[in-house]
C-alpha cells in the first residue's frame, strides 16, 4: 500500500460500498461492521501519511501519475501537499468517527453505507486531485450520494432540503466546469505542446495563452471559479441551503456537511484559484474580507436568532467559515495558515456539537432549545461534553478554536484594520449565542418532561472522546498540524502576494 | 449538360449485406408470424434477433476492415446514391444496438405483447425494418436517397407509432405523426427543387461543386437552407418543429417511443451531418464561405438554444413520466444542435459521441418506465411514490440513467456534455455554452422529480410496498444499458476515437 497511499485511502472505500452491496439486507451488524472496517483502513493509512509526510518542502508528495484519458490528456494525477494534508486526515478521521455515530440508523442500512463510503471516496479524491478534470469529477461524484443521504434518512422537510443542496451545488460547478474547459483550452503543456488539465502546469503562468492573460478575461474566470467555490463554503449571499441541509440531514450527515464538505468551497480557493489567477487573488482580497466579515456577522446574528440547536450549529459554521475567508484575503503568513488551521479546527469543533445535538434528539426527538431546561441535571455528563465543544467554538483560549482564530485576527489586522474591528465583534455574538442557548437548554428550572432522559451511552462518548482530545491537544499545542501546512502556505503566499 | 447514367454494378451491394440481411429478416418474420399461428409469438421475435445479431456481426466485420485498411472513406452503392463509410459505419452500429435492445425489451413489454400475450410479432419486423431505412438515412447522398429514406423511417414510425389498434391514445397520435410528417416533407421537397434548379445537382458533392463555381445569390441559398433544415428538424424534434414529439411519445406504446427517441433522431442528425457537411464545409474554405454568408452559426445556435431552453422548461411542468422523458429528448436535441453550429469536424464528432451516450441513456429510461408500467399500469409521476425500493437495483439504475441525462459525472452524459462544450468554447461561443450549461442546472430539477418520487417521498398509508418481480430479461437489458452509461463515464477514451474517426473518414 505503499506506493500507492493516495489511491488506497480514495478506493478502499468504494470497495467497501461494493462489499456492503453484496450483503442480504436483513444483516444489518455485518454492513455496519464491514463499513466501519471500510473506513478504518484510510483512517489508518492517514496515521502513515501524517508520520511520513515531509513539512519541510512545499513541493507535492506521495504523487500518483498516469495517463487516463490520452485524446483529451486528462490524467489520473494524485498527489498532497501541506494544503491538502490536514483536510486528508480531517476526512479519514471524521468520517470514521461518523460510520460510528451512524450506527442507530435502522432504515434502509444497506443503502445509507454505501452512499456514505462513496461519498468518502469522493472527500479524499477532491482533496487528493492534481488533474482538474480528475477534481471536477470527484466534486461531483459527492453530489448523488449528499443527496440521498439527505434526502432519505433526513428530517421531515428531507425532499427539498436535498434538492436545494443539489441545485445549489450543480449550478455553481457548471461554472467551474466551464472555467476549467476554458483553462484547459488555453493552457500548453510546456512539454508536448498540447492543452493539459494538469493543475501545476495550469499554476504556471507562461503555460497561459495570450487569450488568458487578458485582464477582463481572467477576471471573469475568477468570479466563474469563486461562484462555484462560494455556493459551497457557503459565502453570503449563496448560504441559503446551508441551513435547510443541515436541519434536515441525519446527525452523521451534518457533520460530513459541515466538517468536510464546506471546507471543500475554501480549499478550492486555495488550491486552485490562487495558484492560477494569482493578480485576480489580489484584486478580489478586499472583496473576499468584505465577504467574510458579512458572513461573520450575519452568521452570528441568525444563529442568535434560532430556536433550532442544529440550525444555530448550522449557522454558526456559517460565521466560523468567514473567518477562514478573512484569513485567506490577509495573503499574510499568519493570516492564511490561520484559516487553514481554522478550516481543521472548525471540522473538529462543529462535528462535536452536531453530534451532541445528535445525542439530544435522539432522546428527546426534539431540538427545540425552549423546549428544555434544567438538562445539566439530568445529563451532567452530557452537558460537560457539549459545554466543552461550545466553548470551544466560541473562541476560549486552551481549545483550538481560539489559537485559529487568534491567529487570523493577528494576520489580517495589519492589512485591513476597519475590516478587523467590525469582524472582531463576531466573536461577541458568538459568545452570546453560545452561551445563550447554553443556559436556556442546560441551566434555570428542570423540564419535568425529560426526567426520563439517560445520559450519555459508551458509544456516544466513543465518538465524542477523540475529537475533544484533539480539540484540547490543538488549543495547547498546534505545531503537529501547522508544522504540517506552513512550508506550502508560505510559498502560497509568495506566489501570490509576490 | 451531359445526362451521366449509373449504371448500378450488383458486385456494389456486398457492402450493403448489413441492409440486406435486415431486409430479408424482415420478410422472414413477417411471413413466419403468418405461418406460425397460435400463441407462438416467439417466432418473430427470435428471428428478429438473430437478424439484428447477424446484420450487428457483418457491420462491426466491416467497420473493422475498414479501419485495419486505415481507410474507411468509403464504397459508393448503386451509382452515386449511397456510400458506406466510417460515418456510415457508426450509425449502422448504433441503430443495430438501438434496435436490439428494444426488440428484446419488448418482448416482456404488456403494452406491445398484450396481457395474455396474444399480440402478433408485427412489432419485431416493423423493428428490423425501421432499422434498415435508418441506415440508408445515414448513407444517402444524393436528393433523391434522402427524401426516399426519410419517407421509408417516416411510413414505418406511422404504423409503429399506432401499434395499439384499440387504444386511441396511440391512434391519435399516429395521425398527428402522419399529418407532421406529410407538412414538413412537402416543406423540404420544395427546398430541394429550388436547390436542384439553382444547381442541376442532385448527389452532394455535385451540388457543393456547382455552389462553389457558380454564383449563388446568398439570400435563394438561405431560403433553401432554412426549407431544407425545416424538414429534417421535423425528423429530429427540434423547436419550432416539435409539435407532435411529445403526443407521439405519450400515445405510442413506451417500447416505440424508446426506440422513436433514439433512432430516428439519430439518423435525421446523420442525415443532416452528411448533407451540409458536405455541401458546405468538408474541407473546402469557399464551402464554409458559403455559409458565412448566410449566417449558418447564429441560425443554428438560436434553434439550439430555444429547443433545450424550452424542452427544459416544459419538462418542469410534466406530471407524467413518459411525456417528460418527450421533452426532455427535445432539449437534447438542442444540446446536440451545439455541435452543429460550426459545422468543424471536432463539433460533429462530439455530436456522434453524444448520441451514443443519449442512445443508452434515453433507452435506460424509456424501457424502466415500461418494466414499472407492466406492473402500475401507470405512468403518472404520483404512482412512482416508494417505487424505488420495491425493486432497489432496477430503481438504482434509473437513478444511473436519470443522472447521466442531467449531465453529473461520473456517468456518460456528463463527458457528452464536456465534449461539446469544449467543442463550443474552442471556437468562442460563450453565450451558448453558458446558456447550456445553466439548461442542464435546469434539467436536474424535473429528472430528480423522478427520483425523489422513487425513493425520498413517503408513500401514503396503505400503499402496496411489496417487492416488485421484474422479469429477468428486463434486467439484463437495463443493464447492458447502465454498465456502459457508467463505464464511458469513466473511460471513454476509445468511443471518443470511435467518433472522431467516423467524422474523419466521412467520404465525399
Known amino acids: ?498 | 449538360m451531359e445526362l451521366n447514367l449509373n449504371i448500378p454494378s450488383w458486385s456494389d451491394l456486398r457492402f450493403w449485406l448489413p441492409e440486406a440481411i435486415l431486409c430479408i429478416t424482415f420478410l422472414v418474420a413477417l411471413l413466419g408470424d403468418l405461418v406460425v399461428r397460435g400463441r407462438r409469438t416467439w417466432v418473430p421475435f427470435a428471428v428478429s434477433v438473430a437478424g439484428l445479431i447477424t446484420a450487428g456481426a457483418y457491420a462491426v466485420a466491416a467497420m473493422n476492415h475498414g479501419l485495419d485498411a486505415g481507410q474507411f472513406q468509403g464504397h459508393t452503392i448503386m451509382g452515386s446514391l449511397m456510400i458506406v463509410d466510417g460515418m456510415a459505419g457508426f450509425f449502422r452500429l448504433l441503430f443495430i444496438f438501438a434496435s436490439l435492445v428494444t426488440v428484446l425489451f419488448a418482448w416482456t413489454s404488456e403494452e406491445i405483447m398484450g396481457k395474455r400475450r396474444e399480440n402478433k410479432g408485427e412489432f419485431y419486423a416493423l423493428t428490423v425494418l425501421l432499422t434498415a431505412a435508418m441506415m440508408v438515412m445515414a448513407e444517402a447522398r444524393d436528393l433523391l436517397m434522402l427524401f426516399l429514406s426519410m419517407e421509408a423511417v417516416g411510413l414505418i414510425s406511422y404504423v409503429m407509432a399506432g401499434y395499439m389498434r384499440t387504444s386511441l391514445r396511440s391512434s391519435e397520435a399516429s395521425l398527428k405523426y402522419v399529418l407532421f410528417g406529410a407538412v414538413s416533407s412537402a416543406i423540404m421537397l420544395y427546398g430541394m427543387s429550388l436547390l436542384y434548379g439553382m444547381t442541376g445537382a442532385m448527389e452532394f458533392d455535385g451540388i457543393r461543386n456547382a455552389l462553389i463555381s457558380g454564383t449563388v445569390d446568398p439570400f435563394a441559398l438561405l431560403v433553401v437552407v432554412v426549407l431544407i433544415l425545416a424538414g429534417m428538424s421535423y425528423k429530429i424534434a427540434a423547436v419550432p418543429f416539435h409539435y407532435w414529439c411529445p403526443d407521439v411519445y405519450e400515445g405510442a406504446p413506451t417500447p416505440v417511443s424508446a426506440i422513436f427517441s433514439v433512432g430516428p433522431k439519430a439518423a435525421g442528425f446523420a442525415l443532416m451531418i452528411r448533407f451540409f457537411y458536405t455541401t458546405f464545409a468538408a474541407g473546402t474554405d469557399a464551402g464554409t464561405q458559403l455559409v458565412q454568408d448566410i449566417n449558418w452559426p447564429l441560425l443554428v445556435a438560436v434553434m439550439s438554444v430555444a429547443t433545450m431552453t424550452y424542452g427544459n422548461l416544459v419538462a418542469l411542468r410534466q406530471t407524467n413520466v413518459k411525456r417528460m422523458l418527450a421533452y426532455s429528448s427535445i432539449a437534447h436535441v438542442g444540446y446536440l444542435l451545439m455541435g452543429f453550429v460550426l459545422l468543424s469536424s471536432a463539433g460533429l464528432a462530439s455530436i456522434l459521441f453524444y448520441l451514443l451516450v443519449y442512445t443508452l441513456m434515453n433507452l435506460g429510461a424509456f424501457f424502466y418506465v415500461v418494466a414499472i408500467n407492466n406492473h402500475l399500469k401507470s405512468e403518472e409521476l404520483s404512482d412512482y411514490v416508494g417505487i424505488g425500493f420495491r425493486a432497489p437495483w432496477a430503481g438504482a439504475m434509473m437513478v444511473i440513467f436519470l443522472a447521466s441525462l442531467t449531465g453529473v459525472p461520473p456517468f456518460a452524459g456528463f463527458v457528452g456534455k464536456f465534449y461539446l462544450f469544449t467543442a463550443v468554447l474552442d471556437k468562442q461561443w460563450f453565450w451558448l455554452a453558458i446558456v447550456a450549461a445553466l439548461n442542464s442546472v435546469v434539467s436536474l430539477y424535473y429528472y430528480f422529480k423522478v427520483v425523489r418520487a422513487m425513493f425520498l417521498s413517503t408513500p401514503a398509508e396503505g400503499t402496496d410496498m411489496s417487492p416488485l418481480k421484474l422479469h429477468w430479461l428486463q434486467y439484463v437489458v437495463l443493464a447492458m444499458l447502465a454498465i456502459p452509461t457508467l463505464a464511458l463515464g469513466l473511460f471513454f477514451e476509445e468511443f471518443k476515437g470511435l467518433a472522431d474517426m467516423a467524422i474523419g473518414m466521412m467520404g465525399g
Open chain 1, 1 to 498: 500500500m505503499g506506493e500507492h497511499i493516495l489511491s488506497w485511502m480514495t478506493f478502499f472505500p468504494v470497495i467497501g460500498a461494493a462489499v456492503i452491496a453484496f450483503i442480504p439486507s436483513e444483516r444489518k451488524e455485518v454492513i455496519k461492521t464491514v463499513a466501519a472496517a471500510a473506513a478504518a483502513v484510510p483512517l489508518i493509512l492517514a496515521v502513515q501519511l501524517f508520520m511520513t509526510f515531509d513539512r519541510t518542502t512545499a513541493g507535492f508528495q506521495f504523487i500518483e501519475h498516469y495517463t487516463w484519458i490520452k485524446s483529451f490528456n486528462i490524467e489520473y494525477f494524485m498527489g498532497i501537499d501541506g494544503l491538502s494534508v490536514p483536510m486528508v486526515l480531517l476526512t479519514a478521521f471524521l468520517s470514521f468517527i461518523c460510520v460510528i455515530a451512524s450506527w442507530g440508523i435502522n432504515k434502509s442500512v444497506k443503502g445509507y453505507f454505501a452512499l456514505f463510503l462513496i461519498l468518502e471516496a469522493g472527500m479524499f479524491g477532491v482533496f487528493c486531485a492534481l488533474d482538474f478534470f480528475l477534481f471536477y469529477v470527484f466534486w461531483e461524484v459527492m453530489l448523488l450520494p449528499m443527496y440521498f443521504l439527505i434526502g432519505i434518512w433526513g428530517g421531515p422537510r428531507r425532499e427539498y432540503a436535498a434538492i436545494k443542496f443539489f441545485l445549489y451545488t450543480l449550478a455553481g460547478s457548471v461554472l467551474m466546469l466551464l472555467a476549467m474547459i476554458a483553462f484547459y483550452l488555453h493552457t500548453s503543456d510546456p512539454v508536448t505542446g498540447g492543452h493539459t488539465f494538469n493543475m501545476l502546469h495550469m499554476f504556471d503562468q507562461a503555460n497561459h495563452s495570450e487569450w488568458l492573460q487578458g485582464t477582463n478575461v481572467r477576471h471573469v474566470l475568477w468570479l466563474a471559479l469563486f461562484i462555484g467555490f462560494a455556493i459551497k463554503v457557503p459565502v453570503f449571499p449563496f448560504h441559503t441551503w446551508l441551513p435547510d441541509a443541515h436541519v434536515e440531514a441525519p446527525t452523521a450527515v451534518s457533520v460530513i456537511l459541515a466538517g468536510v464538505l464546506l471546507k471543500m468551497g475554501t480549499y478550492g480557493i486555495l488550491r486552485i484559484s490562487y495558484p492560477m489567477l494569482p493578480d485576480q487573488a489580489l484584486w478580489f482580497s478586499y472583496t473576499l474580507a468584505l465577504l467574510g466579515t458579512i458572513n461573520i456577522l450575519y452568521g452570528a446574528y441568525c444563529a442568535m436568532a434560532q430556536t433550532d440547536m442544529k440550525k444555530l450549529v448550522a449557522y454558526s459554521s456559517v460565521s466560523h467559515m468567514g473567518y477562514v475567508m478573512l484569513g485567506m484575503a490577509a495573503m499574510t503568513s499568519a493570516g492564511i495558515n490561520g484559516a487553514v488551521l481554522q478550516m481543521f479546527n472548525h471540522g473538529t469543533i462543529t462535528a462535536m456539537m452536531f453530534l451532541c445535538v445528535g445525542v439530544v434528539y435522539d432522546r428527546a426527538h426534539t431540538r427545540e432549545i425552549n423546549a428544555f431546561g434544567g438538562l445539566g441535571m439530568q445529563m451532567p455528563l452530557y452537558f460537560s461534553f457539549f459545554s466543552f465543544a461550545l466553548f470551544a467554538a466560541l473562541g476560549l483560549p486552551g481549545l483550538s478554536g481560539f489559537v485559529s482564530e487568534a491567529m487570523i485576527f493577528m494576520g489580517v489586522f495589519p492589512v485591513y484594520r476597519t475590516i478587523t474591528i467590525i469582524a472582531a465583534l463576531g466573536i461577541i455574538i458568538g459568545a452570546a449565542y453560545v452561551l445563550w442557548m447554553l443556559q436556556r437548554v442546560f441551566l434555570g428550572p428542570k423540564n419535568e418532561k425529560w426526567d426520563s432522559l439517560p445520559d450519555i451511552n459508551a458509544r456516544e462518548m466513543f465518538t465524542l472522546v477523540p475529537i475533544g482530545i484533539l480539540v484540547l491537544l490543538l488549543g495547547v499545542y498546534p505545531m503537529p498540524v501547522l508544522d504540517l501546512m506552513k512550508v506550502t502556505l508560505n510559498n502560497l503566499i509568495k506566489v501570490v502576494a509576490g
